[in-house]
């Protein structure tokens, strides 16, 4: 093994066969299947990177990949290792690739594209796999080829350009006007070449308007008891005539080919279709006739089912080959012809034969084809259109068409006759006979025989041809039954040999056939007919219909040629004259009898045309000057058609009688071109060919050239009728003359003066032409266009004479003689076939011809006249001085001087037409790419030359704005598709080199005071707008685009966007004190570049920033307020389009600090806030982004909109924070959540004021109409009000019509809008009143944990509002929803620091119980309807439980160690608010004791037990079977274990003894259970009531329920033996109490970080009059998040007289403990403080009293560390048995060290209904009272539960001051 690395020579690509998955840092991870480019090697090790991942480079075993071939592109760095393998195979692997990364994508958005780009990616590999193995035809390259290029605009991939043999090309190959037209065309092709598009040779032609029908004969389903034969031709309805031959099939009777075991193909193509053919009502028609006898039933049988039997016999051959008539099938081919698409088993339905003819049955069935459907009889097939000429079709589908398909041909030859197509085809169709038509004439059976004879009465064995090479010696006609006069239409061919035509005849013989078989067996022939072939001069004869004299004949057993050669044919001869005679009058006619046929001739092998047959004849002839010249006249006057059959002999012919002294006439001449003209029309396009091929083999003579020139410049020169076919064919003409020079110059025999002579008549006819060119004749109008349209091939055959130099001076006569106003459009095309002619390769010719037509198209271009030939022009002109090929630049030579030509004369044409063109047009289009094309041809020298010739400041000035706003408008608006990478990137590299060479231009002479220019503001400021624009342009994001992609381009082009961008710093530094003129303006621009995905980029251009900065705070009073604004502006807009990354945020704080560090300009006390404030706002900027722009829910969304909110209201921008309020109000709409969107555009609303200022932007945000701040602010309350209806939020959306209501009133004296705002206030206090019940809020707490979660999320506690009777485990699914990738923790405690530090996602949900203030209903009658909203609305705190054991768990007796775990919340802001949660700060958590923790317990069942008692109470009727099942539970000893196990840890000595501080709780907690059992006791009897009523079957459970009270009373009286004597002892008090109002509820603060004000804010700073009604109301709108400045600061809110009962106990001792410092709880007696209920003291009173329960959620003062108030309301807390519930709550009493004995406070229990016991008393003590106190009582039991409530008693101090509280009933 080698010791070192070296580089790798021999092996440097190779493909990875095996898995290597090696982990380590040194190893390359290898797949199966990947490229892998080797650069070292070392022994059995490569090192090396996989090609499309170089930034991952490794060692891997040499073995693991096998070496492959390769080309080695570039060297050094850019090194490119290509494959070697075939050009389409790398595609394939290519696209294989590409289309995979799609592919993924497709299917994860469940795309129907899928399954097709799918098995298109099988096929791919299958035609890989092909190629591979040299097993690919021309048709496989181009159907692979096709289908690349569908899928590639399927997928909207870039476009691939092909050259005409479907190869791939790079764009260093080709031109940009090439590159253009190569996407244009492939615009053109939107569909997929069809497989049967001819791919033909570079020696073959294109017959793409050819059309060639397959046809497949499968099988018929017949009933005909006979053989048949199927006949298949195409018939034209709308001709009514068929136009193709006929094939013919042998059919068994059931319809099946005879021959099918015989491997014998029943296919035929139907060749020659044109055009018209397609676009008529062509069908294809089978027409079925049955071979065998007369008619089946002429057969004698006995039995006729058995008919079968006799058929099946041994025939006689001279009866049973009958053609009989049986049907006929139609199929209408116009739907194949119009969706071009094939016909797979295609049935064709049989229309009998009806009697009369089966011609007549084809129109009958072409009529019914549509409807003819069902039917029992068919025949099937199968058809495919084909395009292209058939021998192609052949060769490419040679599974398709073999050698044995049928080749069927139209009658007549086709629209373009190919030569090389011999045919020899003689057509005669038998129309119809009329014979004996008189009625009482018998009718026959007739059959008509025809054969080929010859004079010697010899009949041609082979004379009638069958099809498939099979003759036949007679054509037998179909047999009608008992017509005399057959309409048969039936078409023959004959088989003739063109040597031996001469003297032949048809001879027709008519027989009647007997339907008996042995009266059959003696028909024979009783009339016949006859027609010559060929004429008199042996021409063939005229393809016509004739109709021939039938001669009938009785006696004659046999008819031969001498009866009737000598006697007329036809019935035009007998009425010509001539008489038929014969010698025995044993042959009759009549003349009304006929027999009608038609001859067709499609032949080159025989003429019909006399006048080519004597011409042909000439040179064997032997004819005098007079009969040739009468020859040539005639033969003038040929049919072309019979011309170009004979064409090398007619030439032939026609050169040897030029070449005759005593012949030397203008009529061989003309007779040359009429020859010449008929092979330049279209139809005979091919025959070019076999002119081309006599010229170069077969023409030989040396004589002619004088007179062909002699003869064309005498035609030219007098004008006469036959310029303009010579005109037509003058470079034949001057071929043929030239190249007869050139033999005999060859031949050695020509002198000097010869060779002088035929150059002076060459320029003679040159002078000639140009002197036509000058003429403004419009009779020669036509003329001229054809010289212009054909000069440069005229001047290409005279550059074989004439040099190069010699003729550009002929040709600049040639354009100067033409007229200026005539002839633009040829002219210019005329130009362009000469800058294509070799005359241009020339240097001296180019040199004279490039100013005339450089100044030419000058005029045209700024007069905007023919701009698409002046295009056509331009384009070939580029190009041509634009070479790739190294032989071409050769050719060509310099053109330095010619480009700068175009430059000066036609640049600032073209940009003129690109500038006034329609921006969507062609044109538009066009000039764009011949103005970047044209830049392509420049090299610096040119710029500086053109930029140096303006001696006009003014003009320099203009030519570079233009150059600016053309190049800006064409970034800013792509004229090119964007799938055509190739052109665009051509684009850009050539604007790149022109804005670089402009810019040179620029900085020397607009940026100092140089040579009298000024600094050009404009100028410069174009040129940074353009060099930001092209920068920032899409197509220049490389990093969008796979690696390999991305290689070859920055192989190709370089990173341009890096180029440009030096040059932007370099120019932002070379404008010196010029900078300040582009601040603030360019600050944005520039942010778009620093925001490309580049580093160098980057690092090149934030400097930039910095430099700004300097700028402004030199020249602006030491500030840079502008760059700031204008950057937070731009960012902001930037980064939420999608621009920027995490990257750019730390390079952008990295190199910003450094810069303000070491800068002394600014003090680094202003910028580095300034670079932190941008670094934030790109943070959160881009969480927006993210959130905004993925799959991330709604709820992200939110979270970042409000961040940022935040954000701008912090940095005080206005304008920004209303534009991300808008955004947050329409993210809220989106999720219906209307509550959140009100108190969204309430930020809006409270930062504008009641006043008339004008609005910045009166289009605000919607409010197009509002212009005023006053305006836009009462628009907005109205929509705000909307928000709170719809989401059911009244209570706000009162507190703004009040608003509104007071400002109608007082301020703006608006009674109708006052009027309007109190209707709508009323209609909400009604819905407060009467709409259903509004579900409680209920809230949640969730922590979000680890680093997996966003930056805004990640370990951080949020308290969300749950949706409208939303369950937790409903809320648990739908934040996993939002989180799918988190995990849902089962514990509530702090998760490890592991898990918060980890890339994963952890979850903590549980409910949160909100600590409401209700302050406001104290002393008040509202109903539980009005105060249920503000139970849990306008809420910051928020508390849960949770249970735990502390220390060592009794196993015994659970309750022993059961401590109770509360954490306490505050969120940042209140909810509900602008969003459904809301970040907490740091929670509180307190533990409470076991003891504290069962009286919660006790008392939770208490309020649940008496609330179900008290629903049934209200409503009798509704369903309490729920109450039968609480009393089960608490009475039923087996059920309530707890009651039994507090009494056996709390109420025993011990525990007394060891907490004795306890002693009050132990107390309060036996009076609770006590209590418990009187509510009991009331819910037996309620259930007793129902019961009885409504549900006797609930019996059962009573009695045992009944049973369970008494056996737990006695318990409970065992347990606690002292207590009842003294509870009984307890008085009640006569004036009730709500419950609710005594509750007491934390006041909702204000946060520091408050983001609005509260709509429920106090509205004292309403200016009103001292009589307005809203005088009285003032105080009831008070704010509920009231001012924290309001109550006494302290650590943590105080417990004040407004959150105690006032008759409990007098607070002001607690309140001077806690202003004292004095005072104040130790930090261990703190520790200490336990929560308790009061066990009061006693006084004579009533025997029934039940202990008072403490208020909902009242606080206590815990310690001095935490903050927030701590709720006496328990929460839910979550265990893994059951979810409890958290509406019990608990009064909570202070204990500390400086106190005797316990700080009483007596609970009072919620509104209930009293017991009946009670009534008794209530009623007692409510009699002592006055009339007046009664009258209160009264009204106050209207309202208010009758429970008892401890009343207030004496207050005394023992010896230490502290006061003590005895509290009586």
Partial sequence: MQSTWKKSTMARLGIAIYNFTLDGDHYLQLQVGDTVHILEENGGWYYGYVVHNESQKGIFPANYVTLKDYVLEKHGIMENVIPKEKPLVSEIIEKLREYGDILKTLYLNRDQKFLNLAGFMYELMDYRQKIMYDDITPELINTITAQITYWNRVLKLDVTLRNERGDRIEEDELTVMEIYEKHM????????????????????????????????????????????????????????????????????????????????????????????????????????????????????????????????RNRDPKTNGLRRPYGVAVYDLRNTFAEKVDNNDVPMHVVSYDNESLYSTIKKAVKISAERKGASESVWISLKLLRGYHKDLRRIHPLLIKQKTKITGKFGFPEVIVPGDDRNDIFVTIARAELDKAKNRKQKNLQLSASVIDDEGKTLSNGINMGKSKCAPTYSSVVYHQENCPFWMETFKLGLIPDNHKNLHLLFLFKNRHTGEAKDKDSRV??????????????????????????????????????????????????????????????????????????????????????????????????????????????????????????????????????????????????????????EEEKFRGFKKVFDSFIENHFKETSVHTKLLTDIKNVLANEETGVPDTIKVLQPLLRLAIKS??????????????????????????????????TKSDFLLPTQKEILSSYALNCEEILNVLSPHQLSDYVHEFLQKIPPDR????????????????????????????????????????????????????????????????????????????????????????????????????????????????????????????????????????????????????????????????????????????????????????????????????????????????????????????????????????????????????????????KINFIPGIVGPLLEVALLPNQDLRGAVIPIFFDMMCCEYSHYNENFNNVELEMIQKLDTLIESGQGDKQYKEMFREIMTRLCNNNLTINPSLSLPFVETITLLIEKLLDYHTVHNTYESLHSRLHCTVNLLNFYKDIKKDEMYVRYVYKLRDLHLEAKSYIEAGYTLLLHAELLKWNDNKLRSHKVYGYTSIDKECKLKEALYHEIIDYFDRGQNWEDAISICKRLAIRYETEEYDYEKLSAILKRLAELYNKIVNEPIRPASVYYYVGCYGKGFPSFLSNKTFIYLGRPLEQIIDFQHRMQRIFPDALVLSTLDLPERSKMESDKQYLQICKADPISNLDQFIDTQASERIKRFYKTNHVQVFQFSRPFHKGKKETENEFAT?????????????????????????????????????????????????????????????????????????LDAAVNGGIAQYAKVFFTLKYITDYPDKESSINHLKELILYLTRVAEDGVEVHGDYVKTGAPSLQPLHDKITNNLSEFQEKVDGYYKGIRRQVGKFTRISQLRDDDDMLMRSKRSQSTGQLFEDPRSDLNNHKHQSGSWYNSIRETMSDSRSNPSSRRSSPRQSLTSEDVFRNSFDSTSIKAKQDDPHLRLSVQDRSKAELRLSASSTSDGDKDEMPFLPPKNSTIQISDITSGPIPVKPPRYRSPEADYSSESYLSLSLTDSYQVGPLDVSPVLPKKTVPRRYVNSIEKKANKKTANDRNQASSLEKRRSSLPQFIAGSVSSDESGTKKYDTQV
């Fill in 1458 to 1530: 059961l401590w109770l775990k509360r954490t306490i919340l505050r969120t940042k802001y209140v909810l509900p608010g602008i969003l459904q949660w809301f970040e907490t700060n740091n929670p509180e958590i307190i533990e409470i004791d076991p003891l504290e923790y069962a009286i919660e317990s006790v008392q939770m069942k208490v309020l649940e037990l008496k609330d179900v008692i008290e629903r049934a109470q209200q409503n009798p009727k509704i369903n309490i079977n729920n109450l039968g099942l609480q009393l089960n539970g608490i």
């Fill in 185 to 312: 065309d492939s615009c053109t092709k939107l569909e997929i070449k069809s497989e049967t598009q001819g791919f033909r040779n570079d020696n073959s032609q294109s017959y793409s308007d050819i059309y060639n029908l397959f046809v497949n004969f499968k099988h018929g389903v017949l009933e005909a008891f006979d053989h048949c034969e199927a006949i298949l031709s195409l018939y034209d309805a709308a001709t009514d005539s068929f136009i193709s031959e006929s094939v013919h099939i042998r059919l068994d009777d059931k319809g099946m080919p005879v021959d099918l075991a015989k491997d014998i193909e029943y296919d035929a193509l139907f060749t020659d279709l044109d055009n018209n053919d397609i676009n008529s009502k062509l069908f294809l028609v089978c027409q079925l006739v049955r071979i065998g006898i007369m008619h089946p039933k002429s057969i004698r049988v006995r039995d006729q089912n058995d008919i079968m039997s006799v058929l099946n």
């Fill in 823 to 1074: 002839l633009i459009e040829p002219k210019l095309a005329s130009l362009c076939n000469i800058v294509e002619s070799p005359l241009f390769l020339d240097v001296d010719g180019r040199k004279k011809l490039m100013p005339d037509i450089c100044q030419y198209v000058r005029v045209l271009l700024f007069s905007m006249k023919e701009l698409g030939p002046c295009y056509s022009l331009l384009k070939t002109l580029f190009n041509k001085l634009q070479p790739r090929s190294a032989d071409l630049k050769e050719k060509l030579g310099p053109t330095l001087k010619n480009v700068y030509n175009l430059v000066e004369n036609v640049l600032r044409p073209i940009m003129a037409v690109v500038s006034k063109a329609d921006p969507f047009s062609t044109i538009h289009l066009n000039y764009a790419t011949l103005m970047i094309a044209l830049f392509s041809l420049m090299e610096k020298d040119h710029f500086s030359t053109y930029f140096a010739s303006f001696h006009d400041d003014q003009d320099l000035t203009d030519l570079l704005n233009e150059i600016y706003t053309t190049f800006l408008e064409l970034i800013r608006k792509p004229i090119y598709k964007s799938d055509w990478h190739i052109m665009l990137m051509s684009q850009n590299a050539i604007m790149l080199n022109v804005i670089r060479q402009c810019f040179t231009a620029l900085t020397n002479s607009y940026l100092h005071d140089n040579e009298g220019r000024r600094f050009n503001y404009q100028l410069w400021n174009s040129f940074l707008q353009l060099s930001v624009a092209f920068v920032t342009q899409d197509v220049l994001h490389l990093e969008k685009y796979p690696f390999s992609k991305y290689r070859k381009i920055l192989r190709r082009y370089q990173d341009m966007r890096l180029i440009l961008g030096l040059q932007i710093a370099s120019a932002w530094k070379k404008l010196g004190k010029f």
């Fill in 526 to 679: 009783f009339a016949f007919s006859y027609l010559k072939l060929t004429n008199p001069d042996s021409a063939f004869i005229a393809d016509d219909s004739y109709e021939l004299i039938i001669y009938k004949t009785d006696k004659l057993l046999k008819v031969t040629p001498e009866m009737y050669l000598s006697n007329p044919s036809t019935i035009n001869e007998l009425t010509n004259g001539k008489e038929p005679r014969f010698p025995n009058n044993d042959i009759t006619f009549n003349t009304k009898d006929f027999l009608s046929i038609q001859i067709r001739v499609c032949s080159t092998k025989f003429t019909q045309s006399a006048r080519v047959l004597r011409l042909l004849k000439w040179s064997n002839a032997k004819c005098a000057p007079k009969e040739t010249t009468k020859i040539l006249e005639h033969f003038m006057d040929a049919e072309k058609s019979e011309v170009v059959k004979f064409l090398v002999a007619i030439l032939d012919i026609i050169f040897q009688i030029l070449s005759k002294p005593n012949l030397s006439g203008i009529l061989p001449y003309r007779a040359l071109v009429f020859v010449l003209c008929t092979i």
């Fill in 741 to 774: 020079e050139k033999l005999d110059e060859k031949q050695g025999k020509q002198t000097g003066s010869v060779k002088q002579q035929f150059v002076t008549k060459l320029i003679d006819v040159l002078l000639a032409i140009n002197n036509l060119m000058s």
